[in-house]
């Protein structure tokens, strides 16, 4: 390890001062190259697969004017929001332009992977050194998970990129004296296409704005918060006033909520999915076929098991995030499964190991920019990120995840001046939360990648001589 110390001490050197916006576009160049060739190379080859099949569809009749309607074998064509709305619609468009072909869904991935590189360099610049900055958009230009996963109709690399996008336009420069209602907006905005893609993410909806004002009086930051959340909403709001007419009910963005807590709750799928059959359908739920009551249907009786044996159900949690955090093989797995002549177990297996390694890497290093800041409980932090790190390297990688976020809580107050350790330990909580009530897998956690390597970036700090300067360059924190 002696020639990664050398290694790191003179990246340390030569490139301790100031990021460079240059660095940041030279990053997205990188990132957007890197998921055109994946694009290249899939787009014939790699049909979708799983819950791509759905987007697909749904984006082809939302470009064909049909709108939000699923077409069944029998001829029926009927409103639908299990799916949430929002990826299809991000493809509609362009479908609408260029034809309902995957490799135009693979493109407008490849757009949005490579933003999300240009945002993970603005969020880590604020702290980190010019060398840090970059590896934080390389990390997330050159992320195995995010780059093959281009090839993918799928929501959460997309969903992680916005997220990412709207927290570095919230935090904004580093030299803003007051937060900025333009920038509240227009994060909120953009977080509002998130929640659609992704609903899991309106948790995050609160948080966001704080960042826009760190510095400001109680009475600000409640104004940024509720300006944020409601700009979130507003985004979402057609969207559900169409459910509550079309649905018969009112759904926020996706009806799949009692559905996923009823295969979350059965020991079946051992902390992961599971099929509707094997879990066994509620007798009262059989002939129910409208969506959304048949998701409200098994949301009554999922909350009724968890209710006659809550000891079962607290059982699973441990498992649930270990399916989600542990192994990294997204990418590696949707590759096998729309392609498996293609890209056989033995691929399967090389990638998804490579992801893993790169994902620990990425949080290895976040646990090392967290545990370094100085102030109260410092020692705490240092203790708590030595213990996450080596949780990293036995199967028990979800120890570290939680590790992280209890690490960012002991900075109080002075968390919400650092965007990049408080929106990576805010994507980290809410989706371990979230999976810890549903059921996991290992694409869930792509949504934190992108906010992983913006921390990560924090582990090559910038050089005290260069902080005036800084200030008068791009986006640098005091």
């Known amino acids: 390890m002696t020639w990664l110390a050398l290694l790191l001490a003179k990246l340390r050197a030569r490139g301790g001062g100031a990021p460079r916006r240059g660095d940041a576009w030279l990053a997205t160049s990188v990132a957007l190259l890197a998921r055109l060739g994946v694009v290249a190379f899939a787009a014939s080859q790699f049909p979708p697969a799983d819950d791509g099949k759905y987007y697909h569809v749904f984006a082809e009749r939302l470009a064909a004017g049909l ?14 929001a299990h799916y949430p709305v929002g990826y299809p619609l991000l493809l509609a468009p362009f479908y609408g332009l260029f034809g309902p072909r995957p490799v135009v869904a693979m493109c407008v991935n490849a757009v949005v992977g490579s933003a999300a590189a240009f945002a993970a360099h603005r969020l880590a610049a604020r702290r980190a050194s010019r060398v840090g900055a970059l590896v934080a958009s390389l990390a ?6 995010l780059v093959f996963y281009t090839a993918a109709l799928m929501t959460e690399a997309v969903a992680g990129a916005l997220f990412v996008i709207a927290l570095a336009i919230a935090a904004g420069p580093a030299d803003a004296k007051c937060f900025s209602l333009r920038r509240v907006v227009l994060a909120g905005l953009v977080l509002g296409v998130g929640v659609l893609v992704r609903p899991q993410l309106v948790l995050l909806a609160p948080l966001v704005p704080l960042v826009a004002a760190p510095r400001e ?3 600000r930051r409640f104004l940024a918060v509720a300006l944020g959340v409601a700009v979130t909403l507003g985004v979402c709001m057609p969207w559900t006033l169409r459910n509550c007419v079309r649905m018969e009910r009112c759904v926020f963005v996706s009806a799949n909520v009692g559905w996923n807590l009823l295969i ?13 059959d094997e879990v066994g359908v509620p007798e009262a739920c059989r002939l129910v076929f ?10 009554q009786h999922a909350r009724q098991r968890i209710r006659e044996n809550p000891a079962a159900w607290f059982a699973l949690v441990p498992k649930k995030l270990s399916v989600t955090f542990d192994y990294s093989g997204a990418a590696a797995y949707y590759m096998h499964a729309s392609n498996p002549a293609l890209w056989n177990a033995e691929d399967k297996l090389a990638l998804g190991i490579f992801e893993t390694i790169w994902q620990r890497g990425l949080l290895l290093l976040g646990l090392f920019a967290a545990g370094r800041v100085s102030g109260t409980r410092s020692r705490v932090r240092r203790v708590v990120a030595l213990g996450a790190a080596l949780s990293l390297l036995t199967p028990a990688a979800w120890i570290g995840y939680l590790g992280l976020v209890v690490v960012a809580c002991s900075m109080g107050r002075e968390l919400v001046r650092r965007p990049s350790l408080f929106g990576a330990a805010a994507v980290v909580a809410t989706t371990a939360l979230v999976h810890a009530v549903f059921f996991g897998s290992g694409r869930y956690a792509l949504v934190t990648s992108v906010a992983l390597a913006a921390l990560a970036g924090g582990a090559f700090p910038r050089r005290r001589a260069s902080q005036a300067a800084a200030r008068r360059g791009f986006d640098t924190d005091p």
């Open 290 to 299: 409208q969506e959304a009551q048949k998701d409200e249907c098994f949301s």
């Open 67 to 80: 709108g939000y309607t699923w077409p069944w074998p029998d001829g029926a064509v009927t409103f639908a």
């Open 264 to 276: 979350g709750g059965s020991a079946r799928g051992n902390g992961g999915w599971a099929p509707l």
């Open 217 to 219: 009086r109680v009475a």
């Open 140 to 145: 997330v230009a050159l992320h195995p998970s």
